[in-house]
């Protein structure tokens, strides 16, 4: 035998390792990117539309890695050392404040609030805004109440705020997302208008995420003009994936925009506690397997009702509730130290 076909064997087993590593780490990309909901069905959730029959989103979003054109996007991660992290954002708000608002309002979890522009209490809603629980150093222009995540929470809640920033769904204008609204073909400097005008009646939004948007958010020109807003004004963006088709979060990435995608909508079956729980549950076991998730719910009575059940009985079991600046601050620091690894995939 030749030295050479002595070493096969080892070398091939090596090769083996490798790949299953590759593909081991491509699985777990994926599964993080999040789940997002089809645009098919009866009317009932975000884009007016039904998710799967169980009341959650139905996994949807493809591969996790790599964004249009094949653009590498490091995947999220985070420090175990504070995990779990769940942020749950509640979108909808800038109208009443009464009913179940008022019971979400007086939760004592941290939770991000994503406002809907030009309404009548959309201001109200914005200067609820606290100061937030983020590592030290975080970076500039930061807030930083406390360099930990440990429970007890403040008799005050933790509250950020996020533009909720209406963009054109697939059946619009049949279904609407009011004003002011982003729609593909859309001029840059209407965009840059728009989305002033948006953040000028939700002042200090430290963030946006797409309210409607399954047109708007698979619109590459359309994104990349957004987020080259949000990089100037140094906002975050999570893109609520409303359809498997969004770019936004890519586009934020090439932006240099702050970004993360959602697990999944809470209540997609707004009347069902059951739904919601079993939902609540999924993003929860997602946070606790790859360190931090976010997803997103309404101010629904049984969303309410939920939250104030289940929120107390998952931090008993040492999840952490948290904004989404928070969670994003945990991500890049420990993305920080992983750089050459990501970029070696």
């Given amino acids: 035998m030749n030295p050479s076909a002595r070493h096969r064997p080892a070398r091939c087993a090596r090769f083996v390792r490798r790949v299953a590593a590759v593909c081991l780490v491509l699985g777990w990309v994926v599964n993080l990117a999040g789940c997002g909901g089809d645009d098919r069905g009866p009317k009932g959730t975000p ?23 094949g653009d590498r996007v490091p995947p999220p991660a985070f420090d175990a050392a504070a995990g779990p992290l769940v942020a749950i954002i509640v979108d909808d708000w800038g109208q009443a404040l009464n009913g179940p608002q008022v019971v979400i309002l007086a939760l004592p979890q941290p939770l991000t609030f994503a406002v809907l522009p030009c309404l009548p209490r959309s201001g109200e809603i914005a200067a609820l805004a606290t100061a937030l629980d983020l590592p030290a150093g975080t970076g500039p222009g930061e807030d930083i109440a406390t360099t930990s995540l440990v429970p007890p929470y403040p008799a005050t809640a933790r509250r950020e705020i996020f533009l909720h920033l209406p963009m054109q769904p697939l059946d619009y204008p049949e279904s609407d997302p009011g004003q002011p609204v982003l729609v593909p073909g859309m001029e840059a400097a209407e965009v840059e208008r728009r989305l002033a005008l948006a953040l000028a009646s939700v002042p200090g939004a430290r963030g946006v995420n797409n309210h409607m948007g399954s047109a708007a958010t698979a619109d590459s020109t359309l994104m990349s003009v957004l987020m080259r807003g949000l990089a100037r004004r140094h906002l975050r963006f999570v893109d609520s994936l409303t359809s498997p088709a969004s770019v936004a979060f890519f586009e934020a990435c090439r932006a240099g925009v702050p970004a993360l995608r959602n697990r999944i909508f809470l209540d997609a079956d707004r009347w069902s506690e059951e739904a919601i729980t079993a939902n609540l549950a999924t993003l929860v076991a997602a946070a606790r397997a790859q360190g931090g998730a976010v997803g997103i719910a309404h101010p629904y009575v049984a969303t309410a009702e939920v939250l104030a059940r289940e929120l107390p009985r998952y931090e008993a079991e040492g999840v952490r509730f948290v904004t989404v600046s928070e969670l994003m601050a945990h991500q890049k620091a420990t993305a920080a130290g992983a750089k050459e690894v990501a970029n070696g995939r």
């Fill in 47 to 69: 884009d007016g539309r039904a998710r799967n029959a169980s009341g959650g989103a139905a996994s949807t979003a493809a591969g996790g890695d790599s964004g249009p054109g």
